[in-house]
Structures are given as C-alpha cells and as structure tokens.
C-alpha cells in the first residue's frame, strides 16, 4: 500500500490514512496510465493540498451520474460486486466524466466496504493530460478535503453515508433491511408454485419482465435454493442458488428488478447446536437457536425412532446444519446435515445425503436400509379387495377355477398405479381380462392390470414405467361383473398371491452413490462425535452455539 507522498504533519497524515481506510478510500491515490506506456501517479494528498480550500462535502452532485451524453447513471447495485474500476474507452467520454465516475464508483463500492485501495484510470492519448489533472483536482474537492493544511476528511456520521455515496445509493437494499424467506426447491416444482409458496406470485411478472431473469427462471434446477427479502411483503432481493459458487441475485432498483451471476457472495457455513431436554422438544430448539424449520426437520428425521411426546429430561439432541451467509449476516438456516438424538439412553443417528434428485437421512453405518421393498403391494391408492387369490366359483362361469390375481372394486376412473418400476410388456385387449396392461420388471417378475376402462393416454410397449406412475384406469372391460382392477403377480410366468408373495428388495443407492455415502457418513459422523465432546465439556449448556467455515 503506498503512503501519502509529502506529509507536513504526520498526525495530520495518519488521520489520512485512518479517514481513508475507514471508507476504504484509495489512500495510494490514483494512477494515471496514459497509452498503456508512462504512469505519472496522482498521489491524493497531493492533488488536494494543492487546491483552493472548499467547503467540505463528500458528497457527489447527482448530476455528474448522468453527464456523459447516452451514458447511463452507474447501477450502484451491479458495480458493487466488479472488485476493479473498469477501464474506460478514451475519447468518446469526456475526461471529467471518468473521473467523477470512478469517484462514485468508489464512494459506492467504499459502502459496500469493498474496494481496491489503489485505483487505475487508463488513457489513450497525452492530450488528456492537463485535463485529467484539473479533473482530478476537482473530483477529489469535491470528495474529500477542506482546506490545504490540515488534511482531514469531514467524514459522514454513520446516518448520512447514503448522503456520502450519492443519491443513487440510497435505494441500495441492505441487508439488515427486511426479512429472509428460504425455499428449497423440489421436483415438481413450477416457477408459480415456489414464487406462491414464498408468497411473492404478484411479483412474478414483474421479474420476468427483464429477459435475463426469465431465462434464469426457466431453468430452475431441482434441489436448488430460493432466498427472498421482503420488506412489508416487496421483494427486495432474491437470490437463487444450486449450491454451487455462482448464484444469481437479483435486486430491486428504480422500479425493476435486475438480476445478475455472482460469485462467492452468498456463503453456506457449518453450524453446529446441542441441547438437552428439560422443556418440551420444540421450546427447548427454539432457546437453544434451532430454527423453526429446522426442529420441525429434526422432529421429522427422528419420528421412527424418539417418541417426541415423551421425551426423557436428560434426552440430548445435536445438530449440525447449514447457514447461510450474506453480507456478513446470518439470512437463513436451512438442511440438517446430521443430528444425533441420544434418547432414553439409545443414540439414533442421522446424516443428510441426496441421490437422484431425492435427500435421504440415513443411519451412517447401516446397509440394510439402504435397500427398499421394490413393490407396492396395491396398485390403487385406495378400493377394496373385492375377491382374493386363490380357487374360486368363477362369478360369471359358474365353475372353481383358480383365481390367479386380486380383484380391487373402485369407481370407473380410479388411476391404477404400476406397482414397481419395469417396462411395458402388453398394452391391449387381452381376451376375459379386457383392456390389459402387462409390466415386465426384475428378477423374472411381471404385474398385470385387468377390465381397465382406458390406458394412461401416450403410453406404448417398451415404454418404462415407474413404481407409483399411473398407467390406466379402473373399469369393467372383459370379464366383469362391476368396476374392478384385476391385479396380478407372476414370477417366470407364474401367477403368486400378490397380497402376500414375498416382495423383493432393491438397494437404494447405485454403487457409486453407495461410495460417496459411506465417505460422506464417515467425515459427517466425526463431526458429531466432535460435537458429543463439545457438549460433555460443556455441562451448563442448555445451548451452545458453534460456528465453523464449511462446505
Ligand atoms: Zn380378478
């Protein structure tokens, strides 16, 4: 960093500096680069010792924002992230414009307290020399200095630095302004619902407006995140991230909305919380610092496994989770990574992991819930079994013969669901059975479905199915004495009684998931066992709050 070139008085110089430095000012002054070749520096101090005492003010007249013919007024809200004064183009703006200009351009990114403290203005030619200088000279009057000998910057109260960055800064959303409303997006999910379900549909046609957001809005990924400050219900920003390092934002200005991708702004940090219970489950989170949103998610991971009406006191519950960090602030918690809930005496264990579009909370050291019953054991969601598997007097023949599936009566229209994942085998009329649809699935195994009234329009043989999909609906064709879907259940062509044949299992997770599982189970679980050591030295805790940087 360079120091002030000439000091006459070196307290004077300090506070300089410390003026400087407290709006991140560019105390090494401004370098002037003509022709890429010689580099003659301004020095701050310098330039304004020199000139005629002025009355002090720091701040800029609006007009200088607009001077430069087309050009348009400098979006505070953009340049706040660009981390350099871009270089200008000589010649087409006048020298006093990219002077005063990048001085804004500096007071703005001063606030947002984020600046190079030495900034570069590069020139084309050596005739703009002389005018630079005077430029200079007045820009920086006009930004800093009161009189020649006592360098001291007038420096702003904290209630008026929107007065020091100009007019345009004042509708700079902040931060600490307004609320934070979270939404993880799921599959499924239309750009209406999430904008409904974070109360902001009517502002949805306003954002679409501009064409980049539109874009962006368009291709909204599952598992992404939505975080929405609203203030008296406006969206003021909206940031939209797939967790990766670019998330878009998207501010409020002058009436419209802008979005843009930025990188590194928005951080997700690890926190960890532990608690013991001595008060019911929810009040005892909230004391300890757990979000609403977050004990509901523990009260969800754990359901199999803790009784949350009958907690022991004594039962003790640690957490780790994400925030999310902007600006410096905590805006939102969300996604418990693991959690522990010692209960009773028993330690449940969880860890967050997704595969497939789908997050998971599974035990870290468990295989056998890894795998899941590959069927549904009914293809209706609901109807009743209106004749079993099994010999039987045929209803409308009259003789015993094997009935080979079961029968489940529901009203004509009833969705009938494929009852595991498989490929269409047959899609037709098929003799007693009328419209027929047959699955081919794992192991030998096929499904068929019976007397339905219509297929699932567009579906073909060969088309894949999944377990829950609708493939038709409940009618009477065939061999039917009233509305019913006749199920059944045949391995290497045999028929088995699909209320209780055997279901088989499938693993949840592909063997590379299964990897990544077990490494992720594996750091996930230290880190609570870290956090158990936390809360055993920490024996007055009802809570304790830790903070670490994290992925
Ligand atoms: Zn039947």
Not at 412 to 417: C, D, S
Not at 451 to 459: D, E, I, W
Not at 462 to 488: A, M, P
Not at 512 to 528: P, T, V
């Given at each position: ?207 679409i407006a501009d064409q980049d957001i539109a874009k962006v809005l368009n291709d909204i990924k599952p598992s ?207 003799g007693g059975y009328g419209k027929t649809i047959e699955l081919r699935h794992m192991d030998g195994i096929t ?48 028929p088995h009684n699909p209320m209780k044949v055997a279901l088989p299992t499938t693993g949840i997770l592909s ?41």
């Open positions: 960093m360079n120091k002030p070139s000439r000091s006459s008085n070196s307290n004077n110089s300090k506070k300089w500096n410390q003026a400087m430095e407290r709006y991140n000012l560019p105390t090494g002054g401004i370098e002037v680069i003509i022709e890429g070749r010689s580099s003659s520096k301004l020095d701050t101090v310098n330039a304004v010792t020199h000139s005629k005492p002025k009355k002090p003010t720091l701040s800029i007249p609006p007009d200088n924002l607009t001077k430069a013919g087309s050009a348009k007024p400098v979006n505070p809200v953009r340049k706040a992230y660009t981390p350099h004064i871009p270089a200008q183009k000589p010649k087409a703006k006048p020298i006093r414009y990219l002077v005063s200009r990048s001085l804004i351009l500096v007071g703005t990114l001063a606030l947002i307290g984020n600046i190079p403290v030495h900034s570069k203005i590069n020139l084309q030619t050596q005739d703009d020399t002389i005018a630079l200088t005077a430029a200079v000279e007045e820009a920086l009057n006009q930004a800093t200095i009161a009189n020649s000998d006592v360098v001291e910057l007038q420096l702003p109260d904290e209630n008026e630095t929107e007065v020091f960055a100009g007019h345009e800064v004042e509708t700079l959303p902040t931060v600490t302004k307004g609320r934070w409303n979270l939404y993880q997006v799921e599959s499924g999910d239309t750009v209406e619902s999430i904008f409904a379900a974070l109360k902001l549909k009517q502002t949805l046609d306003k954002l992404a995140k939505f975080l929405a400050q609203t203030v008296d219900g406006k969206l003021q920003q909206l940031i939209y991230t797939t967790g990766k390092k670019d998330s878009y934002f998207i501010t409020y200005h002058n009436e419209q909305y802008t979005g843009q991708w930025q990188s590194g702004l928005l951080e997700a940090r690890r926190s960890q919380i532990h608690f013991t219970i001595s008060k019911p489950f929810h009040t005892e989170a909230k004391i300890a610092g757990l979000t609403s949103s977050l004990s509901r998610q523990i009260t969800k991971i754990f359901k199999k496994d803790v009784n949350f009406r009958r907690l022991a006191i004594g039962d003790e519950v640690r957490v780790i989770f994400e925030d999310y960090i902007y600006q410096g602030e905590r805006i939102a918690s969300d996604n418990v990574l693991a959690a522990e809930f010692d209960h009773r005496g028993t330690l449940y264990q969880r860890v967050r992991f997704s595969a497939s579009d789908t997050t998971r909370y599974l035990r870290p050291d468990a295989d056998l819930e890894l795998k899941q019953v590959a069927f549904n054991r009914y293809p209706l969601k609901s109807g009743r079994i209106s004749s079993g598997f099994g010999m039987r007097r045929h209803p409308v023949f009259g003789s015993r013969r094997l009935h080979s599936g079961t029968d489940f009566a529901a009203p004509r229209g009833t969705p009938i669901y494929a009852t595991g994942n498989g490929k269409v085998r047959f899609i037709g009329r098929k499904t068929l479905y019976g007397h339905m009234s219509r297929y699932k329009a567009g579906l073909n043989p060969g088309d894949k199915v999944k377990r829950g999909d609708i493939i038709g609906y409940v009618g009477s064709t065939g061999t039917s004495t009233g509305n019913h879907v006749h199920y059944e259940f045949r391995i290497a062509g045999k063997p590379k998931e299964m990897r990544q599982f077990r490494q992720q189970a594996k750091k996930l679980k230290n880190e609570l066992e870290a956090l158990r050591e936390t809360a055993k030295n920490n024996p007055h805790r009802l809570s304790s709050r830790q903070n670490q940087f994290g992925g």
